[in-house]
């Protein structure tokens, strides 16, 4: 190889080094920024992965704030996949409340999500947990009015 061909391939290896060099240097500060995302900067997608997540590790706390954000941004949604991942959200913030033994805030919060959704995908499993709160609080008589509601539905009956 002569002396300019080596000195060419030099200085194309130290080139393509920097150039990796540069990359690599701005992936870690991307991360970074990804990281940094507040809720308010998120999709709906990614708050919704983001409270499935901590659901699933039960980390309640961390998945509170991604639900109630998804819950603001649908007041009103009009696709169906819409008034899905709201009716998730309405449900969901209220478990997460009860797992993190806020009860009069899943109180709340589940009086809320069975209002917008009386026949929705959760509202069996939200008056179960409505009824087991009130007898956490031993109140006896709405542990049977909400039982009673339930006992209405009839595939429960049996």
């Given at each position: 190889m002569?002396?300019?061909?080596?000195?060419?391939?030099?200085?194309?290896?130290?080139?393509?080094a920097?150039i990796?060099?540069?990359?690599?240097?701005?992936?870690?500060?991307?991360?970074?920024?990804a990281?940094?995302?507040?809720?308010y900067?998120?999709?709906?997608?990614e708050?919704?992965?983001?409270?499935s997540?901590?659901?699933?590790?039960?980390?309640?706390?961390?998945?509170?704030?991604n639900?109630?954000?998804?819950?603001?941004?649908?007041p009103d949604?009009?696709?169906?996949?819409?008034?899905?991942m709201?009716?998730?959200?309405?449900?969901h913030?209220?478990?997460?409340?009860?797992?993190?033994n806020?009860?009069?805030?899943?109180?709340?919060?589940?009086?809320?999500?069975?209002k917008?959704?009386?026949?929705?995908?959760?509202?069996e499993?939200?008056r179960?947990?409505?009824?087991?709160?009130?007898a956490?609080?031993?109140?006896?008589?709405?542990?049977v009015?909400t039982t009673q509601t339930l006992?209405?539905?009839?595939?429960?009956?049996?």
């Amino acid at each position: 190889m002569s002396r300019s061909a080596w000195a060419n391939n030099i200085l194309s290896v130290a080139t393509r080094a920097c150039i990796v060099a540069a990359l690599l240097a701005a992936l870690p500060h991307n991360r970074c920024a990804a990281q940094e995302l507040t809720v308010y900067e998120m999709s709906l997608q990614e708050l919704y992965r983001a409270a499935s997540y901590g659901i699933q590790t039960r980390k309640y706390a961390n998945a509170t704030p991604n639900l109630r954000e998804i819950i603001a941004r649908l007041p009103d949604p009009q696709l169906d996949s819409a008034i899905r991942m709201l009716e998730y959200g309405m449900y969901h913030l209220p478990v997460c409340h009860v797992e993190m033994n806020n009860l009069d805030d899943a109180l709340a919060d589940f009086d809320s999500y069975l209002k917008r959704f009386p026949k929705g995908t959760y509202h069996e499993q939200a008056r179960i947990l409505v009824a087991e709160i009130h007898a956490a609080h031993e109140s006896w008589d709405k542990v049977v009015e909400t039982t009673q509601t339930l006992l209405n539905f009839q595939h429960i009956r049996p």
